[in-house]
């Protein structure tokens, strides 16, 4: 194989061996108790005997993706019940209901082919060969092929009425499409420059399945594979003005039951409005096994439920939920691990990769004085050192948090020793003397210090309250009470989500706050680089170099920069190249302090039903959509003990 390949290879029975370290290690098999010989669940053998259903033998590909286990293989049949807060979101789906080429491996650390039987990267990361597995079913029984695949990204992500935008994943740095093509059985992706990220992208639950989809039902409702005015008539009578609308529809694996799916679950019944509840039962056609041979799931049903947040958390600490950090807020952990024992579940401590809470200064402010200001970094000095961080720790977290500045982390890729770590200290004499430094030292009657214009420093903070971390409204308090010493006004003004995503792009605030991801942000650059309108440090600069300078404000250097080292990190033509650029702007951001870190959760609580086995339970499980949320856990290795 050449450079960049992952392939399934023979390793005691199991698929690729986890090498990288870490904790805990996925065993081998061992016959564990109340595991049973019976290579597929009782509920599919007694549609095998009744003839409804193909062997198992004729339902599983000729080399079927062996699974390791967390724990130790187990009996078949149960069902868990999950929750999330909204019915039209796909959270709960993108853990039991994803498929994809390659897959994240059991410790989240790496890449592992999944339907994809190999794949390879030439040297320069220019082009990729993907080879499926033969033999490969969909849940309802029809043939998954190349066909599938180039459907999906051909007919699907390139179309321009269904994607006017290509994603970030499949595109090249041009915006054009990257080459998909059919070559001697295999599928070729070739873009016009090096793309080293394009791999990682395949590992995402909530992206694998935009890469394979069952081109024998969605055709039907694709104007390129049936008669337009008939499509057009399906979409009408469906509810919808076009075609494209209910294409998505017909396609939404979350809300469709009728869809195929690869995955190992498949939608039964959808989750309608809020207190809705969506049925999942296991696919028959599962290209997984257990090393013994034992096709997966091991559970049969899922059970997703729609809850408003107190309601999921009290159900939780009721030990009505069998899986579940999703939604779960930090600050139930005392009431969760008081009612644990009575209720029949255990908490354990997944690691959150967004829970610290950043408050952002907008360093593309409309108003040029502001902005002007803000973009001193001694400002941003200054009002970082007027924090306490220990107190503002005590009082809200009990000491257990930490906090630094809001920069890659520890775990990521472009983390850098020592990063984040400027200007934490609590010395409000110093920020004073940094503030005064900047001309800005004359107040008005109230203490608070006047800008050169003679305008206060009023600013207002915007935010969405959410108690899956601390409440946000306390720290912001806190930093307000805190700033007044120094003489800079921080108003409080909380916004509903759909607000605040009308200002964000919109260049309207003053700051704001928000998590952000820390570990795996190249997933979602918008974090860290200028590549959105979402870039919440500085969206005018954005929509600038988005446009090229049609709308939003010329950036600084600086943030030319970014937007550079960006651009030269997705076309790195090797793995070691595009590190090296990543920390790049990890050292600029540990420089220029852009965003304030708060304080960071330590953790986050995942309630796990007593009798559920093969949970991951290590610290460095990561509760984030990137690795699938709860699905962290590899869903279709656990069982219920006997």
């Not at 096994?289 to 439920?305: E, F, K, N, S």
């Not at 997705?570 to 540990?590: F, K, L």
Request: hydrophobic residues 35%; glycine residues 8%; contains cysteine.
């Amino acid at each position: 194989m050449g450079a960049g390949a992952l392939a399934v290879t023979a390793l005691g029975g199991g698929l690729i061996a986890c090498t990288s370290g870490g904790s805990p290690t996925p065993t081998p098999p061992s016959g564990g108790a109340g595991a049973g010989a019976e290579l597929e669940a009782p509920m599919l053998a007694e549609r095998v005997k009744a003839g409804s259903l193909p062997p198992l033998a004729e339902r599983l590909p000729e080399v079927p993706m062996v699974q390791e286990l967390f724990g130790g293989p187990g009996p078949y049949g149960g069902t868990i019940r999950a929750a999330q807060t909204t019915a039209l979101q796909e959270q709960l789906n993108t853990m039991y209901g994803t498929y994809g080429l390659l897959e994240w491996n059991m410790l989240g650390t790496d890449g592992v082919p999944s339907l994809a039987e190999t794949f390879e990267a030439n040297e320069d990361n220019t082009v990729f060969t993907i080879t499926l597995r033969k033999g490969l079913k969909w849940s309802d029984g029809e043939d998954l092929t190349n066909g599938d695949v180039l459907f999906a990204l051909q007919d699907v992500i390139q179309h321009k009425t269904l994607n006017p935008t290509p994603p970030t994943w499949l595109r090249n740095t041009d915006g054009s499409d990257p080459q998909v093509e059919e070559v001697d059985g295999s599928i070729v992706v070739t873009f016009a420059n090096p793309f080293a990220l394009f791999r990682k992208y395949l590992y995402m639950p909530f992206l694998g399945p935009q890469t394979i989809k069952p081109k024998h039902y969605l055709s039907a409702f694709h104007p390129d594979y049936t008669d337009k005015d008939e499509v057009a008539a399906k979409a009408k009578k469906g509810g919808f003005d076009t075609w494209d609308q209910a294409f998505i529809a017909r396609d939404n694996a979350w809300l469709n039951p009728d869809r195929p799916t690869a995955a190992a679950y498949v939608l039964k019944t959808a989750a309608t409005g809020q207190t809705g509840t969506a049925e999942y039962e296991r696919n028959p056609y599962y290209h997984k096994t257990d090393p013994d041979g034992r096709q997966l799931p091991y559970i049969d049903r899922v059970q997703a439920q729609v809850l408003e947040p107190d309601t999921l958390n009290l159900r939780a600490a009721g030990g009505q939920l069998d899986l579940q950090g999703l939604s779960l807020s930090f600050s139930s952990t005392g009431l969760l691990q008081e009612s644990a024992q009575s209720k029949g579940y255990r908490v354990l401590r997944w690691k959150p990769a967004s829970s610290q809470l950043n408050i952002f200064p907008n360093l593309s402010h409309k108003d040029e004085a502001v902005r002007e200001i803000f973009q001193q970094l001694d400002f941003r000095a200054a009002l970082s050192h007027a924090i306490n961080r220990d107190e503002l720790n005590t009082q809200l977290l009990g000491s257990i948090g930490t906090y630094r500045q809001f920069c890659p982390g520890p775990g990521d890729d472009y983390y850098v020793e020592g990063a984040g770590e400027r200007f934490l200290e609590f010395d409000v004499a110093r920020a004073n003397a940094l503030l005064d430094g900047l001309g800005l030292d004359q107040r008005d009657g109230d203490g608070t210090r006047l800008r050169p214009d003679g305008e206060p420093l009023d600013f207002v903070v915007i935010f969405v309250e959410a108690n899956a971390t601390a409440q946000v409204s306390d720290v912001l308090e806190y930093v307000a009470n805190a700033w007044q010493q120094i003489g800079v006004k921080l108003t409080l003004k909380a916004v509903d989500n759909t607000l605040y995503y009308q200002l964000l792009p919109a260049n309207d605030y003053d700051f704001i706050q928000y998590s952000g991801h820390m570990v795996d942000w190249d997933m979602e650059p918008i974090w860290f680089t200028p590549t959105s309108t979402q870039f919440r440090a500085a969206p005018a600069y954005a929509d600038w170099l988005l446009t090229g300078g049609e709308s939003g404000l010329r950036p600084t250097p600086e943030f030319e920069q970014l937007w550079t080292l960006w651009n030269e990190l997705v076309q790195a033509p090797t793995d070691e190249e595009r590190i090296s650029v990543g920390q790049q702007i990890t050292r600029q951001w540990d420089e220029q302090v852009y965003v304030l870190g708060l304080i960071d959760i330590p953790f986050r609580p995942i309630v796990v039903n007593s009798s559920l086995q093969n949970v991951r339970d290590d610290a460095e499980a990561l509760l984030v959509f990137f690795h699938g949320f709860d699905g962290a856990t590899h869903p279709e290795q656990l069982y219920y003990a006997s």
